[in-house]
């Protein structure tokens, strides 16, 4: 990488997960209350016909004799024909008594039961126990002292009419769930991206200078901290520069601002031209620039900054104008010149002004010496790069 960041990296939301897990929940919450709803459905209508049919089928007389409780039930009246699943009580003040019909274990399991909680209407209600349904209904005598209870098991045709209606009820909602998942799938998904894009965004506004689109003094000095923290444990040198345009705010003052953000902006993509990969080139402000480059054999680093000034110095054409202006380009080298980033940048900017009162050219910092290196080969011999070829 040069001198532009990436944007943050994360995870792009996919749809095709969010999809999956929404509609799973949803579709499993809305069986669970097409379910209730359809057992709902069916127990009323069992509770209704019970209340219709009993009467019917076992004639008032019975009923009557039952609730007064004048003598059991005869033999062909204990349960109803040709369905065992009916089980018969008396109510009284005296408590909860079986007929003929109930056996203990369904009077135990009655009397464990608080039949008011389980009520679905004023005929009756149900209630589940040991894995199976049961609805039931009251009689009560005209003079409400004995009541009739009728327990009534779920038989396998009421399981499977349960079952039909189950599965006719749960065609329309889970269409229309999946239906509406996908949209707010969709909208999430979008939301999600703009989310992130927006705070990629935030994340170049803060660390990234505005007009030139270059790394700032924040993201520099990040950098810059980074890679004295290798170098001190790769015991590696890198040299650190600071560039000024001479000539510049002549060319803002005669031209304009306009003008002047255009050449601060083609001066820009020079230096980004100039580096290697490895390399920052940051913009502190007005028409100073920074360059920051990583470990290499010090010939290189001199080739990198020939190729800085060579770009800088060409002629730039701003609209219809042709303009001219030169680099003064200050360099540091850690350790050498420096320990920590802002001895660095301190000593890296002295060499720049000493640069600049020669009239531009690069200028690599010496320790003492009142107009900085003549030469920036033999400067960088003596702070133990090995000596290039190079005069400004």
Known sequence: MSTTDTPISHKKPRFLGIFL???????????FSVYRASLELEVVHEVDNMHRLIPAMLGEPALTRIARGEHPLAPGEARLPGDPAYRFFVISDGGLRPLQSGSAADLRLLESIDLESTRVNERGGYFEADGAIRTWVKFPNRDNTRTLLVVHR?????????????????????????????????????LLRELHAQKDQLQ????????????????????????????????????????????????NDTHGHFYGDELLRQAAKRIEGALRAADTAARFGGDEFTVLLSPADWATCLTVLD??????????????????????????????????????????????????????????????????????????????????????
């Open 307 to 392: 190729r800085i000034q060579a770009a800088l110095n060409a002629p730039y054409i701003l609209s219809d104008t042709q303009v001219t202006v030169s680099a003064s380009i200050g360099v540091a080298i850690f350790p050498v010149h420096g320990k920590d980033a802002d001895t660095l940048l301190f000593n890296a900017d002295l060499a720049m002004y000493a640069a600049k009162a020669k009239g531009g050219g690069i200028s690599v910092f010496e320790p003492g010496a009142a107009g900085q290196s003549k030469d920036a080969s033999a400067s960088i011999a003596r702070a133990g790069g090995g000596a290039s070829a190079y005069t400004n």
């Open 204 to 251: 170049q506004m803060a660390l990234h200078d505005a007009l030139t689109g270059l790394p700032n003094r924040k993201l520099m000095q990040d950098r810059l901290s980074k890679l004295i923290l290798a170098s001190r444990r790769d015991g590696q040198q890198f040299a650190f520069g600071v560039i000024d345009l001479n000539g510049f705010k002549k060319v």
């Open 21 to 31: 897990v929404t509609s799973l929940i949803g579709v499993l919450l809305i069986s």
């Open 154 to 190: 779920f038989s396998s045709a009421g399981a499977g009419a349960l079952a039909h209606v189950y599965q006719q009820r749960m065609i329309i909602p889970v269409a229309f769930y999946l239906w509406l998942t996908v949209w707010v799938s969709l909208i999430l998904n979008h």
